[in-house]
Every structure is written in C-alpha cells, then in structure tokens.
C-alpha cells in the first residue's frame, strides 16, 4: 500500500508547473512567493493610481496628442493591470493548492513511518528540532517535501538498478538465443533412416526453455515436450509435403523465477524447417497410394474357371517402385505369382464380394506399405449347375400341385371319353425321354425326343413330341415332330395332337392319294403339280389338328372354363418321302420354329427344305393355331432326290443352338449334320416301338441330344431319315 | 429418390442380383441394364451380362424426376445393345422393363414416352414408390396411343413402401421371379399380336396376360 502512495505522490510532483518547482530552499519559496504576490500588487496600484490621475484631468485641455497618449497610456495601464491581477491570482491558488498537498503528504509519511521504526525517530528528532526555530506548520510541510525527495532519490536509484538488471538479463537472453539458433540447422533433414529431430541436444545447454507450437504442426507431425523431440507421424503427407516450417517459442526460465525480470523478457519466436529427404520411389510409391482406391472390384469370375489378373495392369503400379508382396484371401482360392504380380487360380464355390487385400511395400523403403482390398464376385458355374440338375433330375417326375393334379384329372377324364386319347393318363404326362430307330427297305429311321434341362430345373413336363412311321409297305415315311409352346399351360397335350393325329392324318391322306393313282409319284416329275396335288393333305393335316385341339379344348372347357385352344400351342413340323420316279420325293411343311434339312445327297438338292417362322426377336413363333397355318403354297416344300439322303428334322431345342441362322440354308450345314448324326443313329438299338429311356441308360441319340450349349435348355427333338440304296 | 429410398432399392437389387444369378437359365441368358433418373437420367450400368454384373457401391437418383430422358436414354440402349434378329443369330428377346419411381415427370415426359412407344417390349412393370403420382405410370403401360400390334398385355402396376422393407422385399422377389420365369420360357413372346394365350383365369387386368409365366404380383402390391 505504502508503495503505492508513493508512486501517486510522483505523479502528482511530475504534474506541478515547472517554474515553480524550480525553488530549491524553503527559504528562497517564501521570498518568490512576496514577489509574486508583491510585485502584481505595487503594480495594480500603481495603475489604479495613474489611471485616476490621468482621468482627473479629462478632458480639460488636451491638445489631440496628449489625448492620443492618454487613451494608449490607459490602454497600457489596463493590460498591466489585468495582467497583474492574474499573476496575483494565480500565486494565491498555488500557494492554496500547495498547502493541500503538503497536507497529504504528510499524512502519507505518518502511515509510512508506522512501519518504518528508524524513519519515525528520525522524523520526530526533525519535528523537534524545527518545532524549536519555526512555526510548526512550516515545519511539518518542510519534513513532508523532504521526506517525498528521499523517496524520490531511492526510487530513482532503484530504477537504475532495475534497469541494470533488466538490461544484463536481456543482453544474456540474446546470447544464449543467437547461441541457440546456431546449434539448430537452417534446415534439418528427415530421412527414411530417422524421422525424427531430438532438439534437447541443443537446448539442453542452453539454459533456454523450447515449446513447440503445436497448432503450426500440420497432423503428421508429432511433438514431445519431455524428450524435445519432433517425429515423423505420418510419413506420407509428410515426403508429399517435401518441407515443412513450424514456430517455436522460446522463453528464458529466469523470466519465470524473477518477478522483477517476467515482464521484461519477451518470449522469442523462432520458425523452424524440416526438409523430407525421402528416395524418389517413396514419391511416387506415395502418389501412387493417394490415386489408388482402397477398395477395387474385380471382374466377375466363373466357378471353377482358371482365372487370372495381372496386378500390374489393374493397379497400375510399377515394380520397379512398388513391391506386391503378398495378397491374404480369406477364401484361399487365388494365388499370387509375385514373380509377374499376377493373381491366379481357380475359385471352386460361388461367392460375393470375396475381399483378397494385396499387400505393397516401396521398393526403396520397405518401411512404406501399402494395401489395397480387391473386391472378386465368384459366379456359379451354369454348366456344372445344369450338369448336376440333369443328373440328379432328369428321370423325376415333373412336379404337380394337389390342385393341379386333381383339376388336370378332370380335365383328362373328359378328353378320354373322345378316342383316340394318343396315350392319354390323368394329367397329361409323357415320358421325359424317348426314342426310337427302325431300319426297312433301305430306310434307317430314328428320332429321340427329350425334357430340356430348363423343364427339369422347374419340375415341368417334356412338351416336345415326336412320331414317325412307315407305309406303302415300307417304301414311304412320314414323320411329325411339334414343340409346344413353354407360354401354353398344356402345350404337351398340343404337340402330342400333332406329332400324333398330324402322323395319322398324312399317311391316311397319302395313302388314299395312292390308292386312286398308285403310279402317280412314279410318273411325274412336275413339282408345282405335285404341289397342287396334295397341298390339301398338309392343309387337311393341320385342319384336322385344329379341329382335334378345338373339341379337346370344349371338353377341357367344362372342367376349367378359362380354358382356351392357345393353351395347347404347338408348331408343325411334317416329312414325308415317298417312292417317284427319279428315287424319292420328299414333301416337307412347317408352322413355327425348328428346321427341316437334307444332307448326304447332291448340293443341287440339299439344304434347308422349310421356312422357318422366326420372329424378329428370340423366342418369337407360329404354331398350329395361328393365321396362316395352312397356307401350303408357302409352307409346303418338294424336292425330288435320286439316291442317298438324309432327311433331319428338327425342333428349335436342336435347331436353335446348333444352326446358326446364316448357314442354315446352306448343303454343306446339312452334309456334315448328316453325316455327325450317321454313326449316332447306327450305335442305336432298332426296335419296332419306341423307346422311353433314363438318363442313366439312354441311348447314343438321347445323349447327343443332352449336349451342353450356353443359354439352350430347351426340350429337344430330332427326327433322321437316312436312305442308303446300298444297304437293300 | 434419395437417401434411405434408394439405399433400399439398391439393396433389394443386390438381392435380385444374388438371387437370379443362382438360377443357371438366368446366369446365361439375363442381362441387366440400370438407369436413375434424379435431375438428370443416367445409365449406371450399361446392358451388361449377369454374370458380369454389379451394382454400383452407391445409386444416385436426387433432384427433380427427368422420367422422360430416361424413356429415351432407355430406348437408345436397347436400339444400342439389345441384339436383334440378324444373319446367323436369333437376336434378343424382347426387353422387360421396370420403372420405378417416386416422383411425377418434371421434363418433357411426353417425348420419352413417344420413343418408349415406338418400340415393341416384353413385360413393363410400372411401380409407384411411396404413393407416387400414377397417371404418369399408367401411360407408360398404356398402349392405346401406341402403334397398332403392341402388347399391352404384359403391362402391371404396382405400389410398394419403403417404409415397410418387407414390402419392398416382396416387390423385389416377384420382379426377380417374373425375370427368372420369362429367362426360362421358350417363348415369351409372340411374333403376331394375335397369338399370346391368355393365362388361366386371365381378363383384362390380370397382371399374367401374355405372359403366363410371370407370377401375379403379391397381392400387398397391387
């Protein structure tokens, strides 16, 4: 507190007017002080005096520059007089003031003094030694002003040893930071060998504290206070980065133990630079790194397939800077070459998103890895999954719900009352497989017929159907193969009305052609006359069908009125051969999709003999039903073929995977089917009725039929007639 | 659509894929294009093979509806990758399409649907997300305006929620059934517009007209 007063008490010194602070004594004040107040005083009177004297003698008789000196006189008497009054004025105020402040101080010298024994007794010697000579209140503001410049002279003196202090302490400061930034490199370098600076070497002698700022670190970068060292946290940001700067504050301790010096001593700011002296390769290992995905999907791959990825191409990364060193596959099923970088091998089970993370390091600098997770779909294989389905499948009944069975009962019950039922059983079915292969007069003739795997997959019946026969004593064949639509709820009822009563109603319709002009074939070699001729017996064929499908599907009708003729679609497919008078004729139609070929014979006469109705997109048809079914200038086919032939024909399940539409016309096509089917046909059992087999014991024709094609599980049938004039 | 209503739609495709790629007939004959439609309409998945597909790790479809450009980017990637007929191949069958949406059409809807309706399509599935405006979704399987022969009969609506996942579970299966069932049939359309046989119990709004493989949306959807 006391310090504080005095402090005040300077500054109220420090704001009194200069020239009267510059009395040394109390004498010398006393005697200034009469001046002052005398001299304005004498003055002022001594005005009043001469202004009065000049007044009593206006305005009798001046002459014009008397009066002139007298106003200039007055003029000057005024301003001496103001000018004195002031002065006077302002002495009083002063010495007021003064008195005042004496007053104050000596009061502050009392509180002062009660803690101060020496300085009490000294005062009351003074007291009394001033109380003996002058008047006591003089004395008290004598004691007080001299007391105040002792104060002031310590006060000075321990400014200067303030300064002193101040001034060594800082110049030390100085020293030890120029001494200090010199044991720092302008530059210190990182390297893969040691990524991290220990300034206590430094610091340590240089009595000075260090304290990094850690917001000018970037992230990478970390600070330990207690060993005094920066280290490299996260390298890559930081060889990207090349050079970083952060600031560092130093302060000397000695500013933290001396409360004299603490506000003196400034900390000292200090920018220091780290440089990444990393090799080129961690670059571009680096760079490489930051434009990779963590995550990259791989190509799709097949079940069981051999497989393989060049790492190289697909993470476009360079050896020669990056090590692929090994990939960790949870699935076990891909092997790394790290020898070409490549990932190979065969992934046995279907499944997604197998994670296989490939693990890098940087050729240079091993201590830099990297990994990136490939992301491998493994797909199933359709072909092992179809292989397994027909085998395990293939000889299973299809499969009916309670309801459909009892519905396609009623159903069934009804079309039995209306003969021939074509084999008929209560819910429409037929063997998935068949076949069959009879050998007369020359003639080898044979056909299979099976379920496609898609129809085995889905528990559905074969809806193909195939029927072939001989007449005219064996020297004529007719056969009729149909597909019934996968679209139609009885479809295999349709094709079996057409392989079967399209069969009857040509033979029946040829034969009576041949009963009225037996030699007829024999002795013509007009093919648009032939065409007139029995144009109607194929027309007749499908009309008959129609009119069977019409009356099963009333019958039907009554047991599911929703029931309607489209629900047995089923194209027409029909051969027939007879004996003419240049070897044989062959007289093919068609409705719907599939193919009727000959091969085996002459160019001029082989090649496709239909005109397949193929829509503009897969799957497209005709059948039986539909318009233009019977429109025998356009479906009916003839040609007369003198020797050997083969006659295929076949449904869309053959046709479509196995004839590419643009050769399909074309002999060499039929030549080389004809003569593939050959020594199939041969390898089978001649039996007179037909067949129906299991998968497991079928016959050469069947399992030709069961080969594998991408996308074709469709039902499949075939139908080869094969004459060989040598073998009668 | 954004947030949680396309995440799901992503998922249950996902599942769809998983799902049909068990199907062995699907593996090999499916192939699956992907377009959204949010401000603008994109093809994220070009006609791509089954067996080679995946579904993007994010689908974006925010914004206004552009339903319109998606008709016609949708048309322009069929005439582009859909096969047809040609010299020595059968060609593809004819597409099936589902569009789903959330919104109503800020573009120009009708110009998509002009060039949706010149070309003749397999199934059309229409699917009203969350209540959405359906005069849109009905002209899209309309084909009254369309050219004489197209099929309309292959067309459905349908509703589902996807504030009810197993809603939106159930829609998905039944489009990931219908896809499987018409993969799977020998003929899943017909050449003349006459000839596809009405299903079991068919009339005219039944959703199996034309195609009596494809199984009847659950009832929940319709």
Partial sequence: MAEFK????????????????DYQDNRARAVGYFVLILAPTVLILGCLW??????????????????????????????????????????????????????????????STMSDDSSKNKMNQDNKTEGKSVDPS???????????????????????????????????????????KKSIPGEIVITPENESYDFSICIKDSGLKFI????????????????????????MPFILAKHITFDVEISDPVAETDSELKSHLKTHNLKVHLV??????????????????????????KQGSPTKFNLVELLSFDPSWAELVGTEDASDSLILDRSTNILGGVVKEPANDIKIIAKFECKAMPSLKHSVTLILTCTMDPEMRWKQIEQSDSDKIPVLTESETEELKKMSNGVRKVPPSYGLDEVFSKPNRVSSRQVKSGFDLAYASIRGRSHIKDGKFREDDVNAGFFLEHKAVAIVISDGAGSASLSRRGSKIVANLGLETLIKSFEKLLAEDPNYFLNTLEVEEMKNKVKDIFTDAVSNILQRIDVESDIIRSAKPTFNKKDMYATFLAAVVLPSKNGHVLFSYSVGDGAIGVGGASDDVSGLKCVPDHGQSAGQTLFVQSEGATDAIKRLNITIIPGAFSLILMSDGVSDPLIPLDVESKPKTWHSLASELKSIVESEMVSEIEKSETYQERGKLCEWLDSYQPGHHDDRTIATLTYNPSSL | MTG??????????????????????????????????????NVEVPLTSLETFNIP??????????????????????????????????????????????????DDFDAGIREFKKLRWGVRVACAVNG???????RFLDASDAPAGYNDESANLVHVSTADPMHMQSFFKWVSASISAVSGSANPDNMTSDTPPPAPGANANSPSVGNPQLPPPPPTLT
């Fill in chain 2, 57 to 106: 790790a994010t689908l974006s479809a925010s914004g206004s509806t552009a339903m319109g450009e998606a008709l016609e980017l949708l048309v322009a990637t069929r005439k582009a990758d859909v096969v047809p007929k040609t010299g020595s191949t059968a060609g593809d069958w004819r597409p099936m399409v589902f569009l789903l949406s959330d919104g109503v059409p800020t």
């Fill in chain 1, 50 to 111: 001469l202004l009065y004297y000049l007044c009593s003698k206006l305005p009798k008789d001046f002459t014009s520059t008397e009066l002139a000196i007298f106003i200039v006189s007055a003029i000057i008497l005024s301003i001496l007089l103001v000018f004195s009054g002031e002065s006077l004025l302002g002495t009083i105020t002063y010495l007021g003031r003064r008195k005042s402040d004496n007053k104050k101080l000596k009061d502050a010298q009392m509180v």
């Fill in chain 2, 132 to 138: 959405a405006e359906e005069s849109n979704l009905r």
């Fill in chain 1, 138 to 180: 003089d004395d008290k503001k004598k004691e007080a002003e001299r007391l105040a410049k002792e104060k002031a002279d310590k006060e000075a003196a321990e400014k200067d040893r303030l300064n002193k202090k101040r001034e060594q302490a800082k110049k030390d400061f100085e020293s030890k930071i120029s001494i200090l």
């Fill in chain 1, 6 to 21: 005095l402090k005040e008490e300077v500054a109220v010194t420090k704001t009194t007017p200069a020239t009267i602070s």
């Fill in chain 1, 276 to 301: 990444a002296k990393y090799p080129k390769q961690a670059e571009k290992f680096i760079e490489w790194t930051k434009g990779t995905a963590d995550q990259v999907r791989l190509t799709n791959v």
């Fill in chain 2, 4 to 41: 949680d209503p396309i995440n799901q739609v992503r998922t249950q495709l996902s599942s769809i894929i998983d799902g049909l790629r068990a199907d062995p007939q699907a593996l090999e004959t499916a192939y699956l294009c992907l377009i959204t439609f949010g401000a603008k309409a």
């Fill in chain 1, 212 to 235: 990094v700022i850690t917001k000018s670190l970037p992230l990478y970068m970390e600070w330990s206070q207690d060993k005094l060292k920066i280290t490299v946290h996260d390298r």
